[in-house]
């Protein structure tokens, strides 16, 4: 369905894994480019530590000038639209990230980390965004916690191997720790 046939308000799917090397980036990516362009305006949010979603799109470091870090600086948060990055794709956008140490001390200072990304991100409800994808990075931390809370649906990446078939598992207990319903996962994506 495209988006003229239907108003639909912001979608975020993270694509999550526990184990590296699955494809996470590789599906965040592809899946961001194949909905921009079905001209739906999407956002992707690069959060894993290596940044190959932003690679991907050929954009480095020395193009950034504010990134997803700089939204948690607690003297002077930068604003949002000053984070994003035009890419040259029609409808596809970047927020990049330069070193979630700076998002992970934050967190670990607050105890509502299930209102962070809602409230550090609220201004994408004014950008308008149809679909936002988040790339996320293997670990469990402060950083995906808040992302699992904020997330809509989650897409597992699998390579069909012993250790990433079980990471599947550590996934479910993982929202099973941050109290979330497991119907958050929406698909499971062998590589």
Request: charged letters at 25%.
């Amino acid at each position: 369905m495209r988006k003229a046939d239907k108003k639909m308000s912001k979608k975020v799917i993270s694509i999550v894994g526990r184990k590296g090397g699955v494809g996470k980036s590789t599906l965040s990516y592809n899946l961001a480019s194949a909905l921009a362009t079905m001209d739906f305006k999407t956002l992707l949010i690069d959060l894993d530590s290596q940044n190959d979603s932003s690679l991907f799109l050929g954009i480095s470091k020395q193009q950034y000038n504010k990134t997803f870090d700089d939204l948690f600086d607690k003297r002077n948060p930068a604003r949002l639209e000053d984070c994003i990055i035009t890419t040259g794709r029609d409808n596809l956008y970047l927020l990049p990230n330069n070193s979630l140490e700076i998002v992970d001390s934050y967190l670990h200072q607050t105890n509502r980390i299930d209102l962070i990304f809602k409230h550090i991100l609220k201004d994408l409800d004014t950008i308008n965004f149809d679909f936002v994808i988040v790339d996320s990075s293997p670990t469990k931390n402060r950083v995906n916690d808040a992302l699992l809370c904020w997330t809509d649906s989650i897409v597992l990446p699998v390579q069909l191997q012993g250790a990433s078939v079980r990471s599947v598992g550590n996934i479910y207990a993982y929202i099973a720790d941050l109290f979330l319903d497991p119907s958050i996962i929406k698909a499971v994506v062998p590589n």
